[in-house]
Antibody, heavy 120, light 110 residues
């Protein structure tokens, strides 16, 4: 069964750092386009970042310079390093797979999400 | 990076059809075929229902269809069913190699 499981969320103060993990099973993270999407409470989806199979990364303007996406092929896991966190970063963070067969920008497999709350 | 514009809500009775628009610019929706649609029920992760404007992933009902004209994409749900009541989001690839989601539309089945 293909599965993505996020972890690492929690309650954290503004200005601090946090790293989220997304463990994959049934697919190889280094052979797929892996993305992070977030959803603030009661709000819509917001694309955060993408890590392409060849290693290139892209970020939304709202997180560029503060967030870093990476992967560990040996653990088949991707990470989202978040620094200088703001209250506005409070959200459920989902990792998802961009299907290369579907052009790479269609996210067909999603995790269950991990909640991050930034508050003093 | 402004979110793609969608109506806040649309409604219809069972069996009817509803259309959701997704308006972007020539730097995203108007530039590429890489427009996708997602369905999200409360408390659940999004589900991909259309990709490349009008293609359905395996297992998705053919009641969902899509099209695009200039800078606006659209999702049509025909034969509306109670389980279609959910939030729907479009997304598009952009000229800066990033992605944008739409503002989201709540579909209400009367």
């Amino acid at each position: 069964e293909v599965q993505l499981i996020e972890s690492g969320g929690g309650f954290i103060q503004p200005g601090r750092s946090l790293t989220l993990s997304c463990a994959a099973s049934g697919l190889r993270v280094n052979s797929n386009y892996m993305t992070w999407v977030r959803q603030a409470p009661g709000k819509g989806l917001e694309w955060v970042s993408i890590l392409y199979s060849e290693g290139s990364t892209y970020y939304a303007d709202s997180v560029r310079g503060r967030f870093t996406v990476s992967r560990d092929s040996s653990k088949n896991t991707i990470y989202l390093g978040m620094s200088s966190l703001k209250v506005a970063d409070t959200a459920i963070y989902y990792c998802a797979r961009g299907s290369i067969e579907m052009g790479g920008t269609a996210f067909d497999i999603w995790g269950q999400g991990t909640a991050v709350t930034v508050s003093s | 990076q402004s979110a793609l514009a969608q109506p806040a809500s649309v409604s219809g009775s069972p069996g009817q059809s509803v259309t959701i628009s997704c308006t972007g610019t020539g730097s995203d929706v108007g530039r590429y075929k890489f427009v996708s649609w997602y369905q999200q029920h409360p408390g659940k992760a999004p589900k991909l229902i259309l990709y490349d404007v009008s293609n359905r992933p395996s297992g998705v009902s053919n009641r969902f269809s899509g099209a695009k004209s200039v800078n606006t994409a659209s999702l049509v749900i025909s034969g509306l069913q109670p389980e279609d009541e959910a939030d729907y989001y479009c997304s598009s690839y952009t000229t800066t190699s990033t992605l944008l989601f739409g503002t989201g539309t709540r579909v209400i089945v009367l």
